[in-house]
């Protein structure tokens, strides 16, 4: 068996990683932080992945990158799943064509009119799924008003 995996931390990086707790940091980074204190302070590997139910790897992971990386190695790395296709600029281009013209348009129509007009490849579900968060699909707006909702 290897030697054990131990990390030590200054009285400053001990600090920065508390305050760590409080600060507007996603909760994996919060963790991450807390799993270095733990190994400096005398907690092996095995008792800090049962206390948090993660993975002895996972926790080797993190105690690796801090040695590496540092404070920086808690954050994940930019630029992590994938990009999107479309610009904003696209989805109005959309929204202006269901206002001005007067015909309607099914998703499937709205992806090769977007195609053919601006060379933009989105499959009709993931259109629609775009229009539908910015609450733009049709040709006019629905509002969810109380006048018109149902008791």
């Known amino acids: 068996m290897g030697a054990r995996l131990r990390v030590f931390l ?13 600060a507007d940091a996603p909760q994996k980074v919060k963790d991450r932080a807390e799993i270095i204190r733990l190994n400096a302070h005398g907690w092996y590997v095995e008792k800090i992945a049962a206390h948090f139910n993660w993975t002895l790897q996972t926790v080797r992971e993190v105690l690796h990158k801090w040695e590496k990386l540092g404070l920086e190695g808690l954050w994940d790395k930019v630029g992590r799943g994938g ?12 929204e202006e064509c ?14 090769q009119k977007l195609l053919s ?13 775009v229009l539908k968060k910015r609450g733009s699909f049709g040709n006019e707006a629905e509002k969810a008003i109380n006048e018109n909702k149902t008791l």
């Open 83 to 94: 990009k999107p296709k479309w610009e904003e600029s696209d989805i109005v281009f959309l």
């Open 10 to 22: 200054t009285r400053d990086q001990d600090k920065t990683l508390l305050n760590l707790r409080t």
């Open 117 to 129: 007009d601006r060379q933009i490849q989105l499959s009709p579900d993931r259109l629609r799924l």
């Open 98 to 111: 269901l206002k001005k013209e007067p015909r309607t348009y099914n998703s499937l129509q709205l992806a």
